[in-house]
């Protein structure tokens, strides 16, 4: 029989989701890292300059840590930079620390810069409840709030609302859940610290997101225990696999790691849990659950995340080979009839006929897969029947199936999508389509979605493909772990393009990517696309590249910060944070032209002239006064107004750099010749003997951000971030634009003496710094 207390928290939780409409609940809180460090310039260690970077590791980490350790197998050499990326694990006891990196960077010889965030204490005594949890996140939440409240600083407006939605959503409800469910847990004190199956049911407690399924997880917690099985693996029992979550549309995987949890403003200390990976309808969580208490959420993900060239200038072999000519007689390079890459939405512009791929990043075109690699299920290729074709090595698709990404309609927004709907243009691939007479200017748009879903899969296609390609010619290719079936032998793991969804019908007005980095290299990115309501008639997200590139950059961010194989670098803190602010300023960039305008992200899908953010991106700090300090403004704590700021601050420095070097009007650099050396042209700076340097600003920009996410460490905080893209145009162009990137972050407060303290029950304080270095002065 249900308790009286039991019922009483029910009833809790009925009321606060129905007072609380969200497009989608999303848990992402855990412990910060004081003691994370990342430093740019360490002191040298005398080593031979060719010795193997894996020996320059070993003897820095020898002399630097005396705790154990392994180097994961997703480090790499950057083909583009030359320099490699070392990416190191810590163990302690049996169990790996799952929040314990080190990263290093090395090139001749030397570690350029690293950063670090290994436990530095003891062995920690077993059964001892996590110092940090979901309850301190909350109370430390509603203390801040209490206190803002207290000296008037926080204004009651839509913000506001929202900050009191995100509390209801992230604490009240599902506090209350884990809670009711614990008092109807008969056998929680005969739990068995192994067995992760509690600990995977009460994360479902406080993550499923409609209130009558958690009634019935609550009401039959016992029940659905019992029918929930587990497999352990074979070389260990601290890995397992979970079957029988409801809620999960997959099985869980369950792994014992230790984690940091903050002990006061300066320690942590280790707590055993359970590592969680639960995929959902529209969540992708990576959570940690207590394994001695399985009621208590340690801390939690959710990567579902809404809304250059050579160094030598030379192809390698397979592309030398390729940019000869195709593989397979009869392969064309598709035309689409499109708002253009660079127009941003319907509003800017009428559409074209565009043929377009980057034969350096797309050898093969856009419609070609290797049969080692193509999916089962996939649609017919040419020449499927024909017994002639039979050992051909490469299949050619005259649909929206290709190498980088796989696209289609998903109106019933379920997991299954091989057999979804996609135009098909023939062997000519003429995906060309009508569109209410393109009359998309005066807004005389079709009455359904459904009658223009040919042009709205292609243009979701034709976009993908371009910032596929764009993103790999300055540096995110298969080694660092980019979004491909077929990897052509060049590193990094294949089968994991991106599926892309046109009008998903699992929601309305919003675009999320599942995932980012988790799963890692080698596992599918599922991009969303919705329809939205925000007009009538409805506008198509697929059709405002802004939103579409926001949700592609996750991927770029999260693949390359901490290595491809991580998943939890982005995913809390200002780090979270940057990953959506990474993802507007590269849509800002792309849409960009020489003559600096303010712009504002999302205006025409959301029918608003104000779009989806508190401020246009703009040069003036009239039009957009966020500073540093801003990130303690309460409304800026959610992770989509802190990435505001970071994206904010990047826009500036671009335009810094665009005053000093000018502008290019295409963001791709030249197509190789056909003997596979690439010109300079009015691209690159004609220096002989050194890396490839993009000679404008707004193209240099784009490559000290992508790679400085490669040297940057694991959750990074934007004094790290902004001393990354410092470092990267140091190893690019032996520290040119020192200043002009100073000059940019330091007109936003975050200059030389910026800084950042956690003050406990609080939280972080942002104190804006508007210094220069003095030789820059």
Same mark, same amino acid.
């Given at each position: 029989?249900?308790? /009286? ?16 409409? #969200? ?17 740019? %310039? ?24 005396? #705790? ?119 056998? %929680? ?26 009634? &019935? /997880? ?64 529209? !969540? ?22 809404? #809304?250059?060239?050579?160094?030598? &200038? ?25 708002? %253009? ?73 379920? +997991? ?157 803190? @200002?780090?979270?944070?940057?990953? @959506? ?94 003997? &596979? ?12 003997? +050194? ?12 490559? /000290? ?14 004094? !790290? ?12 162009? &032996?520290?040119? !634009? ?40």
């Amino acid at each position: 029989m249900w308790s /009286l207390c039991a019922t009483a928290l029910i009833s809790l939780v009925l009321a606060t989701s129905a007072a609380t409409r #969200s497009t989608r609940k999303s848990l992402r809180f855990g412990s910060l890292h004081p003691h994370a460090c990342y430093v740019t %310039k360490p002191r040298p260690v005398s080593l031979v300059a060719d010795m193997d970077p894996f020996e320059v590791a070993h003897v820095f980490l020898r002399s630097h840590t005396q #705790s154990d350790y392994y180097i994961r197998d997703d480090s790499y050499t950057d083909p583009e930079t030359g320099i490699t990326h070392i990416y190191v694990r810590q163990r302690f006891g049996d169990l790996e620390v799952a929040d314990g990196n080190i990263n290093l960077n090395i090139r001749g010889g030397y570690v350029l810069s690293y950063g670090d965030s290994f436990f530095k204490g003891s062995m920690p005594l077993s059964g001892i409840p996590p110092a940090t949890s979901h309850t301190t996140y909350c109370d430390e939440f509603s203390d801040r709030t209490a206190s803002f409240r207290s000296s008037a600083q926080l204004v009651l407006d839509d913000s506001a609302e929202a900050h009191n939605q995100l509390y209801a959503q992230t604490c009240t409800q599902p506090l209350a859940a884990v809670k009711a469910a614990a008092t109807l847990d008969t056998h %929680k004190d005969t739990h068995e610290p192994h067995d992760p199956r509690r600990a995977a049911l009460y994360f479902m407690v406080a993550a499923h997101p409609e209130s009558s399924v958690v009634e &019935g /997880l609550i009401h039959e917690f016992d029940a659905i225990l019992d029918r929930m099985t587990v497999t352990y693996g074979e070389d260990s029992p601290r890995s397992a696999i979970i079957s029988g979550l409801p809620g999960a549309i997959d099985s869980v995987s369950a792994k014992l790691v230790y984690v940091q949890t903050l002990t006061n403003e300066k320690d942590t200390t280790l707590h055993v849990t359970w590592r969680l990976e639960v995929e959902m309808d529209n !969540n992708w969580y990576e959570a940690y659950v207590s394994a001695n208490d399985p009621a208590t959420i340690v801390s939690v993900v959710d990567w579902a995340a809404d #809304s250059h060239p050579h160094q030598s &200038g030379h192809l390698n072999a397979l592309e030398a080979k390729l940019a000869s000519g195709r593989p397979i007689d009869n392969i064309n390079a598709g035309t689409y009839k499109v708002w %253009k890459f660079g127009i941003n939405d319907p509003e800017g512009s009428e559409r074209t006929v565009e043929s377009a791929y980057d034969i350096l990043a797309s050898p093969l075109g856009w419609h070609t897969i290797s049969r080692a690699n193509n999916p089962s299920g996939s649609p017919d290729w040419l020449g499927k029947d024909d017994l002639s074709y039979s050992a051909e090595p490469y299949l050619n698709f005259t649909t929206t199936w290709g190498n980088n990404v796989f696209a289609q309609e998903n109106w019933k927004g379920k +997991k299954e999508w091989k057999s979804n709907y996609r135009p098909n243009a023939g062997r000519g691939l003429q995906f060309e389509y009508d569109y209410t007479a393109d009359l998309v200017n005066n807004y005389d748009l079709p009455e359904s979605p459904q009658d223009y879903i040919d042009l709205a899969v292609t243009q979701l296609f034709y976009t993908t493909n371009m910032i596929h390609d764009l993103y790999y010619r300055y540096g995110f290719k298969e080694v660092n772990g980019n979004f491909q079936q077929d990897n052509y032998n060049r590193g990094g793991k294949d089968n994991d393009a991106i599926i892309a969804h046109a009008q998903d019908g699992s929601g309305f007005s919003n675009a999320n990517f599942m995932t980012a980095s988790f799963p890692p290299d080698g596992k599918p990115g599922r991009c969303r696309m919705y329809i939205w309501d925000t007009s009538n008639p409805y506008r198509d997200g697929d059709f405002d590249a802004g939103i579409l590139i926001h949700e592609l950059t996750h991927g770029l961010a999260n693949r390359l910060t901490g290595g491809p194989a991580d998943s939890g670098c982005l995913g809390l803190g @200002e780090g979270a944070g940057m990953s @959506e602010g990474w993802g507007d300023f590269m849509a800002t960039v792309i849409r960009s032209t020489e003559n600096p305008r303010n712009y504002v992200m999302g205006s025409w899908v959301s029918n608003s002239p104000y779009g989806l953010r508190y401020y246009p991106y703009s040069t003036n700090i009239t039009v957009n006064p966020t500073l540093f300090s801003t990130l303690d403004r309460p409304g800026f704590w959610e992770f989509h107004a802190t990435g505001e700021v970071w994206a904010e601050m990047l826009w500036v420095v671009f335009h810094h750099l665009v005053q000093e070097h000018g502008y290019s009007p295409t963001l791709f650099p030249p197509q190789p010749f056909p003997n &596979g050396t690439t010109p300079i042209g009015n691209f690159y700076r004609p220096d002989e003997g +050194k890396s490839l340097i993009p000679k404008h600003g707004n193209t240099l920009m784009i490559q /000290l951000v992508i790679s400085a996410m490669k040297l940057q460490p694991c959750r990074p905080t934007f004094l !790290n971030a902004r001393d990354a893209i410092l470092e990267a145009d140091y190893h690019l162009t &032996g520290g040119e !634009n020192n200043c002009t990137i100073w000059a940019g972050f330091s007109s936003r407060g975050l200059g030389l003496d910026a800084s950042e303290s956690h003050i406990p029950d609080w939280g972080t304080i942002h104190t804006d710094g508007f210094k220069v270095p003095d030789e820059c002065r």
